[in-house]
Structure formats: C-alpha cells, structure tokens
C-alpha cells in the first residue's frame, strides 16, 4: 500500500470516527474524573495517566519534522512550536498540578495513544511532507492571524479554567464545589470551551484537511462530555447558576 493511500484511510478514520464518539458519549459519560465509576477494567494514577497518553501527541508531530526537509522552513517551525505549546504543558505540566487520585481506566489511556499517534501523523506528515510549502507569507494571510489568534485566546481561557478548578480544594481536601471567575461566569465548562477554540484556531491556521479533522473531533470528544458535566452540576448543587450555559458563552 502507497504512504498517500495509507495516510488518506487514516485521515478518513479521524473524520468517521468523530460522529460515533459524539453519539456515544452522549449515551455513555466517559468515567474518569467526577463520572468515575467502576465496570471499566483497571486504572492508574491519573499522573501517570496523562503522561503516558499524551506524549505521543508530543513525539509523533516532531518525528515527522525531524525527518522532514523542511526543518529550515519558518512556517513550519512555528507551527511546530504552536502544536508543542499546549502539547508539552498537557503531557508534562499539567498532570503535576492534578489533585484527584481516583483511578484513571487503562482502556481509556489505549484508546488516546491511538488517537494521538494517528492525529500527530496526519497532522505532521500533512505539514511537513505532503501540503504546498509554506512561503514567509503565509504569517499575513487573514487564516493564519485570525487562527493564531483563536488558539491563544482558547489556552489561555483553558489553563485559567484549569487553574481556578484546582483552587477549589484546598490540600487535603476532598469532593466538589461549584466555580466561579474567568469563564465560569458564562458556562460550566471553559477548559473544554477553551480546548475546541485552540483546536478550531489550528485548523484554521494550517487551513488542512487534517486540522480540520483534528478540530472536529474535539468538537466531538468534548461536546457530550460538557453535557455530563453541566447535567452533573445541576443535579448535585441545588444552587447551580441558572444563567450558566454547557460549553459556548450565550448560545450552548
């Protein structure tokens, strides 16, 4: 089989697949977190959890510049460096500063290693390899601002979600409380509202196939599991915030 007809099933399985996840996640809440719960196999520190699911989002990527030709080529170094930005805080950053230890399922930890070894190839091997090469010109194109500029507007509204979430307990502390600042002002979920926007800002950036498939199927990912969440707060505290939407500030 051809690498281009190999890449072209594996792009086309990120895209079919993203549907059946939206469906299913919202029949079935991914049990990790607040919806942890057992019947889902063993699990693992959650630390470690991260770790171990998100490098190859962090390797994959950079492989295929490192064996590219275009290593010298600005626009694919910045674009190295923007998909490296969040990447290397989610994998090696972030799982630091979690504070839950309830068990993360080892299914679950299979499943992104797959998505992020097939998402880091379409992605880098599109980039690097197999797109037209980006000429200096491409950093004034309306696409690439106007994406830049969605992608850090969504992770600096994810990581302040982050941070405001961990707030919430105190060390030693256990169960849940309602949050409150930054974005929770509008909706349940901005860590969520924050990821789709930086993922919607790549596809729109690198304006790929790839990315768009990419920022597709974190719409699909994370969409149901706003809904599980929202529907979680309003049934567990009495005093929930009315006002507040699920994911989408005034609209969802």
Known sequence: MREKTFYFIVMITVFASSPLIFIYLYLVSAPY???SRKGWGPGINP????MVMETPAVCVIALFFALSERRMNLVSIIFLLIW???????????????????RFPVVLIVFAIVFNSC????????????SRVYSVSWFRDPRFILGVI????????????????????????DGYKIPYGGFFKYVSNPNYFGEILEWTGWAIA???LPGLAFAVFTIANLMPRAHSHHQWYLQ????YPAERKILIPFLY
Do not use: C, M
């Open 33 to 35: 977190g607040k919806h």
């Open 47 to 50: 630390r470690i959890a991260w």
């Open 84 to 102: 490296e930005f969040h990447y290397v805080q989610r994998t090696y950053v972030y799982p630091f500063l979690i504070r839950s230890n309830k």
């Open 119 to 130: 998402n880091g190839y379409i992605n880098g091997r599109y980039l690097f390899q197999f």
């Open 150 to 173: 969605f992608f850090i507007a969504g992770f600096f509204i994810n990581r302040q979600a982050d941070h405001i979430l961990r707030k919430l307990r105190k060390p030693g502390e």
């Open 206 to 208: 690198t304006w790929s």
């Open 236 to 239: 567990n505290f009495s005093g």
